[in-house]
C-alpha cells in the first residue's frame, strides 16, 4: 500500500483517523494501540506473511534493549553483539544473499543455486531503527523501552515504515508517551502531504518516464546522443531527488497530523556547492545514521588523515551495499568516497570555495554522473551509458528525441528545476496563493491517480 494509491487516501487512511480521534479520543494508550495495529495492517497489507518478519525484529530487539541499559548485570557487549548480528544477518539473508552466492560462484566455478528471497519492504528502514535503538540503549542515551506495544510502534510506525525517514528513538519517545494534536498542526501536516504527493506524482512520476525509457534504449544496445544521455541524467536525478522527497514529506505530514514530529530529511540537497554540503542535505536521517555508529565510532575526524580516508571509504561502501545488493551500488559509493577524500585532502569547501555559480554548476555535475552510476542496473549498462555522455559510443552530439522530449515536456522540466530550489518558500509565505496552489495540486493528483499513472516508488527497492 503505498500513499498515493486510492486505497491508502481513501479507505486505510479515513479509518485510521476515525479510529485515533474519535474511538480512542484522549486516551493515549489507545491512539498508540490504533497506531500500533494500524501500522501493521498497513504493512500485512502488501508484504502479506513477511508481516512475521517485521514482529520478530520488534520481539527481538525489545528483548535486547531491557539487558543492554548500562548498569545491567548480563555480558552488555555480548548481548549488543548478538543483537546487532542478528538484526543484520537478517538483513543479508533477505537482501544480499542471493548477491553473495551468485559471486561466489562466477568467482569459483561453483553452481550454488540461489534461494531467490523476495525482499520485504522496509527492511532495511526499519532494521536501522531498531539497531540504533539497541545501540543508544546500549549507550545509555535513551532508557529501554518497557512495554512491547510501545517498542512496536516505534519500529513500526506507518508513516516512516516502508520508505523512511530512518527515525532514532530519541527523538519519539516523549511524543509516544505525550504529544499533542492540534487543529494547526493537523493542518499542516496536510499541506506537507500535498506537497509530497506533487513532488511525487506530478514531477517525480513523469521524469520516471522519460528516464526509464532513455536507460530501456542503452540496456537494449541502442547508442544514444550526447545531449539524450544527459536529458536522461538529469530527468533521473530529479526523479530520485522528488520521488524520495515526495515520500519523506508526505510521512513528515502523515506524522504531523498524529502529533509527531519526524526530523526533516532532506534540504535542497541540488544547491550544494560540495559534495561534503551534499551530503548533509540528502537523505539525512541515513547519512546521519552512519556518521553516529559508523564513522565516529572508527574513529571519525579525530585520527590521523590516512585513518580518516580509511573511515570515509568503509561509511560510503556501506552506504552504496545499504542501497543494494549490487556491483553499480558498490561503485556508487566508492564513487563518492573519493570525491569526499578529494575534499578533505584539498580543502574543497572550507578552506577554499569556488565561486557560488560554478560551484553549484560543479557539483551537480558530479550529482549527474553519480546518478548516473546508481541508476545503471549492471556494470556494462553503467559503463555504456556514461560513456556515452561524454560522447564515446555516441550516436551524435544531439538528436531529435531529446529536442522532442525538451519541446513536449519542458514545463516539467521547468518545474523540476525550479522546486528543487527554495522558490517554493517564496510561495509559501502568501498563505491564500499557497493553499489554493495546494488545492489545485491535490486534485490534479486525484485525477492521475485515477487514470492509473506510472509510479513506482524507486526506495521501496531499498
Known amino acids: 500500500m503505498v500513499f498515493s494509491s486510492i486505497i491508502f487516501l481513501f479507505c486505510f487512511f479515513p479509518v485510521v483517523l476515525?479510529?485515533?480521534?474519535?474511538?480512542?479520543?484522549?486516551?493515549?494508550?489507545?491512539?498508540?494501540?490504533?497506531?500500533?495495529?494500524?501500522?501493521?495492517?498497513?504493512?500485512?497489507?502488501?508484504?502479506?506473511?513477511?508481516?512475521?518478519?517485521?514482529?520478530?525484529?520488534?520481539?527481538?530487539?525489545?528483548?535486547?534493549?531491557?539487558?543492554?541499559?548500562?548498569?545491567?548485570?548480563?555480558?552488555?557487549?555480548?548481548?549488543?553483539?548478538?543483537?546487532?548480528?542478528?538484526?543484520?544477518?537478517?538483513?543479508?539473508?533477505?537482501?544480499?544473499?542471493d548477491f553473495a552466492i551468485s559471486n561466489i560462484n562466477q568467482f569459483t566455478g561453483l553452481?550454488?543455486?540461489?534461494?531467490?528471497?523476495?525482499?520485504?519492504?522496509?527492511?532495511?528502514?526499519?532494521?536501522?531503527?531498531?539497531?540504533?535503538?539497541?545501540?543508544?540503549?546500549?549507550?545509555?542515551?535513551?532508557?529501554?523501552?518497557?512495554?512491547?506495544?510501545?517498542?512496536?510502534?516505534?519500529?513500526?510506525?506507518?508513516?516512516?515504515?516502508?520508505?523512511?525517514?530512518?527515525?532514532?528513538?530519541?527523538?519519539?519517545?516523549?511524543?509516544?508517551?505525550?504529544?499533542?494534536e492540534t487543529p494547526e498542526g493537523f493542518a499542516a501536516g496536510i499541506k506537507r502531504f500535498i506537497c509530497g504527493m506533487g513532488k511525487k506524482i506530478l514531477l517525480a512520476d513523469t521524469m520516471s518516464l522519460f528516464a526509464d525509457r532513455i536507460m530501456a534504449k542503452v540496456q537494449g544496445g541502442d547508442h544514444i546522443s550526447v545531449a539524450l544521455a544527459w536529458l536522461g541524467a538529469l530527468c533521473y536525478t530529479l526523479r530520485i531527488y522528488y520521488d524520495f522527497a515526495g515520500y519523506s514529506d508526505m510521512a513528515i505530514g502523515l506524522g504531523r497530523m498524529f502529533g509527531f514530529t519526524f526530523e526533516e530529511n532532506f534540504n535542497y540537497p541540488y544547491i550544494s556547492k560540495s559534495i561534503g554540503e551534499f551530503w548533509r542535505r540528502w537523505h539525512i536521517s541515513l547519512a546521519s545514521w552512519f556518521k553516529d555508529y559508523v564513522y565516529i565510532p572508527l574513529g571519525g575526524s579525530r585520527v590521523s588523515l590516512w585513518k580518516q580516508?580509511?573511515?570515509?571509504?568503509?561509511?560510503?561502501?556501506?552506504?552504496?551495499?545499504?542501497?543494494?545488493?549490487?556491483?553499480?551500488?558498490?561503485?556508487?559509493?566508492?564513487y563518492y568516497a573519493l570525491w569526499l577524500m578529494f575534499e578533505r585532502a584539498s580543502g574543497y569547501g572550507k578552506k577554499w570555495k569556488l565561486p557560488t555559480v560554478p560551484a553549484y554548476i560543479v557539483t551537480v555535475f558530479l550529482t549527474l554522473v553519480?546518478?548516473?552510476?546508481?541508476?545503471?542496473?549492471?556494470?556494462?549498462?553503467?559503463?555504456?551509458?556514461?560513456?556515452?555522455?561524454?560522447?564515446?559510443?555516441a550516436a551524435g552530439i544531439t538528436d531529435a528525441a531529446a529536442w522532442f522530449y525538451i519541446k513536449d515536456n519542458w514545463l516539467f522540466f521547468a518545474g523540476?528545476?525550479?522546486?528543487?530550489?527554495?522558490?517554493?518558500?517564496?510561495?509559501?509565505?502568501?498563505?491564500?496563493?499557497?493553499?489554493?496552489?495546494?488545492?489545485?495540486?491535490f486534485t490534479v493528483c486525484i485525477i492521475y491517480i485515477i487514470k492509473g499513472n506510472y509510479s513506482p516508488f524507486i526506495y521501496f527497492n531499498f
Not at 416 to 441: D, Q, S, T
Open 18 to 97: 476515525f479510529c485515533y480521534f474519535l474511538l480512542c479520543r484522549k486516551n493515549i494508550v489507545a491512539k498508540n494501540i490504533c497506531l500500533l495495529l494500524a501500522s501493521l495492517v498497513f504493512y500485512a497489507f502488501g508484504e502479506g506473511w513477511n508481516i512475521i518478519l517485521l514482529l520478530f525484529s520488534i520481539a527481538v530487539n525489545y528483548g535486547f534493549g531491557l539487558f543492554l541499559a548500562p548498569g545491567s548485570k548480563k555480558p552488555r557487549k555480548l548481548l549488543l553483539a548478538c543483537a546487532v548480528i542478528l538484526d543484520l544477518g537478517l538483513l543479508f539473508v533477505y537482501k544480499y544473499l
Open 111 to 180: 553452481q550454488l543455486p540461489l534461494p531467490h528471497i523476495a525482499l520485504p519492504i522496509g527492511i532495511s528502514f526499519f532494521t536501522f531503527q531498531a539497531l540504533s535503538y539497541i545501540i543508544d540503549v546500549y549507550r545509555g542515551k535513551v532508557a529501554p523501552q518497557k512495554n512491547p506495544l510501545y517498542t512496536g510502534l516505534y519500529i513500526s510506525l506507518f508513516p516512516q515504515l516502508v520508505a523512511g525517514p530512518i527515525v532514532r528513538y530519541e527523538t519519539i519517545m516523549e511524543q509516544i508517551y505525550e504529544r499533542e
Open 309 to 334: 580516508y580509511r573511515n570515509i571509504l568503509v561509511v560510503w561502501l556501506l552506504t552504496g551495499l545499504w542501497h543494494g545488493a549490487a556491483w553499480n551500488y558498490v561503485m556508487w559509493g566508492l
Open 370 to 393: 553519480g546518478m548516473m552510476i546508481f541508476a545503471s542496473p549492471g556494470l556494462k549498462v553503467m559503463g555504456d551509458y556514461l560513456g556515452m555522455m561524454f560522447g564515446i559510443g
Open 416 to 441: 523540476g528545476i525550479a522546486f528543487a530550489m527554495p522558490f517554493g518558500k517564496l510561495i509559501e509565505k502568501k498563505r491564500w496563493i499557497y493553499e489554493l496552489l495546494l488545492c489545485a495540486v
